[in-house]
T-cell receptor
Framework: GIQVEQSPPDLILQEGANSTLRCNFSDSVNNLQWFHQNPWGQLINLFY???GTKQNGRLSATTVATERYSLLYISSSQTTDSGVYFCAVELDMRFGAGTRLTVKP | GAGVSQSPSNKVTEKGKDVELRCDPI?????LYWYRQSLGQGLEFLIY????????KSGLPSDRFSAERTGGSVSTLTIQRTQQEDSAVYLC??????????FGPGTRLTVT
């Protein structure tokens, strides 16, 4: 099956900093989503982005399907951005291992 | 409308007992997924239902695990003869075909 790799595994930021999270996948995909798992365990949809670029407030994402990667950008980070960020691909939604983000005040 | 719901929210059981976990997907969603998340780990895919097609069971870790989806809606994940390593949060998600997946709050299973 498709392999999904996320980097970095852990990221610590000072509040207000920007960051880029990466998701690489081993084969072409028709579906890709980014999720945020908050400290209470709830998984929240961020973007459905099999290709192209989307923006939602301080967050944006870009998927370059032909090069098999997706990027999640977080600008002006806030402490509430802390948690784990996952990408998942394909109809059966295979997940990467996640990036654990900690934003310090 | 209502999101994905799961019950119970917490379940403590003794080793060797059977447990049933329930998932109510969003109305109209044809796809339903089960995952397992151990403490501090990523999501482990268990099983995927899509409409009336045969489910993708490739993620089930052993024959003690089974799942069914009745009438294309509610799903039950059953774990027989529970072991301590089954302790985890079990997450359910649903989606319309080829679009965004929505997660329930999960069931935290503790096997003592």
């Amino acid at each position: 099956g498709i392999q999904v790799e996320q980097s970095p595994p852990d990221l610590i930021l000072q509040e207000g900093a920007n960051s880029t999270l990466r998701c690489n996948f081993s084969d072409s995909v028709n579906n890709l989503q980014w999720f945020h798992q908050n400290p209470w365990g709830q998984l929240i949809n961020l973007f459905y982005i099999p290709s192209g670029t989307k923006q939602n407030g301080r967050l944006s994402a870009t998927t370059v399907a032909t090069e098999r990667y997706s990027l999640l950008y977080i600008s002006s980070s806030q402490t509430t951005d802390s948690g784990v960020y996952f990408c998942a691909v394909e109809l059966d939604m295979r997940f990467g291992a996640g990036t654990r983000l900690t934003v310090k005040p | 409308g209502a999101g994905v719901s799961q019950s119970p929210s917490n379940k403590v059981t003794e080793k060797g007992k059977d447990v049933e976990l329930r998932c109510d997907p969003i109305s109209g969603h044809t796809a339903l997924y089960w995952y397992r998340q151990s403490l501090g780990q990523g999501l482990e895919f268990l099983i995927y239902f899509q409409g009336n097609s045969a489910p993708d069971k490739s993620g089930l870790p052993s024959d003690r695990f089974s799942a069914e989806r009745t009438g294309g809606s509610v799903s039950t994940l059953t774990i027989q003869r529970t072991q301590q390593e089954d302790s985890a949060v079990y997450l359910c998600a649903s989606s319309e075909l080829s679009v965004e997946q929505y997660f329930g709050p999960g069931t935290r299973l503790t096997v003592t």
